[in-house]
């Protein structure tokens, strides 16, 4: 694509030259329309990644503040990046796209209601104490959801937030908090694993899971005094202020870790974190105080399952259950992480299998099912219905949000009390890691309680 930048304004914003160089790669070819979310559903140019290069080179080149239109298609897109994995030119559209929202929270002033949402969703689902909170007074007001729906502007959101809501909270974590889980036998490495934000509240079964499994298999797992949130949520909603100030807390925890007893890898459980904290090294690649200790960290992010295939478990006897894989779009397209979980899952005993359509995003994309709810639950009600088909005893994924968009997918379509496999039992959605840490030895995963023992 030909750019016509000024070169005094590249020369002078590292992120504008990084920006020109990405709309430079890209060569109109449309490839990436027919696995766009946004464009399946629209059909609208501009709803696809092509047609959003198009939006932001016209507002980044002429030096133009957001408008209410461009707002709208850029907000409309999921981050999925299944266009990336499509993209036959290498188009980093990623990057692109978030400077583009970094650009639009200087340059545009949304209405009233839409910063009220954004400054909320910023100020609890990072902090896992807020969010825990917010959790118990959202599972009093759930029954109220259909009438939080009439709520003037807010009321679609208001609406979404609440029927994501869980029933019941499980109880907090004795893994949670800094603190050192020791190897079991000869050390064979050590990590440090990212606790999260939502995810210990939601389920703290997956880190615990995580811990069992790698402490088993002789990995040593600390968990760092002053890490916290990645970043992700709010770097998506174009906060780059916050999410640097995320980002440089974990930095600062994981090198003094590196610094101290050494690392052999940052552990990661949740995908979208994972291609967050993996892109440390771009984000800070400027900064003089953090450009090294950035590239150190994305060099070390590892997702759990990239951990766990370097372990070799042993091959586990067949488990009699048959497995729908969902690839989160953080997994298979932001890491390109997209055979590694099936051959574990594989290997530990469960037959598993692929829905139709596994490179289009369920909705979830950290907030945007909030957001975005009603292009999020076409999304929902599409990915469900594919995962419906395989006939599967149980779902697994591996991120905390894709989670919690295919269980409420279930509900939805009146799966939430008969499994697919007329098991008799809730078609239950657990992390990967949970099964892996099962069939080498761990406890049941409390989703599958009620399947196993009918299965008995």
Known sequence: MQTSFAPEALAADPQMAASEKILRTCVHCGFCTATCPTYLLLGDELDSPR?????????????????????????????????????????????????????????????????????????????????????????????????????????????????????????????EGPQRFAATGTRRKRVAMLSGCAQPVLNPGINEAAIRVLTRHGVEVILPKGEGCCGALVHHMGDDHASHAFAKANIDAWTAEIEGDGLDAIVITTSGCGTTVKDYGFMFRTDPAYAEKAARISALAKDVSEVLELLELAPQPAKNLTVAYHSACSMQHGQQLKDGPKRLLKAAGFTVREPAEGHICCGSAGVYNILQPEIAGRLRARKTANIARTKPDLVATGNIGCMTQIARGFAEMGFAEKGFADSGAATPVVHTVELIDWATGGPVPAALEGLVAARA
């Open 51 to 175: 047609g959003r290069i198009y939006l932001i080179k016209d507002m980044l080149e002429n030096g133009k503040p957001a408008t209410a239109d461009v707002v709208k298609h850029i907000d409309r897109c999921l981050s999925c990046l299944s266009c990336m994995t499509t993209c036959p030119s290498g188009v980093h559209y990623m990057h692109l796209v978030d400077h583009a929202r970094a650009h639009i929270e200087q340059t545009y002033t949304r209405s009233w209601h839409d910063r009220l949402m954004r400054r909320t969703l910023s100020a609890i689902l990072p902090y896992s104490g807020r969010f825990r909170l917010a959790m118990g007074a959202a599972m009093l007001a759930k029954p109220f959801a259909r009438l939080a729906g009439h709520v003037p502007a807010m009321g679609a959101r208001l609406k979404a937030m609440l029927e994501l809501a869980p029933s019941s909270l499980p109880t907090r974590s004795h893994m």
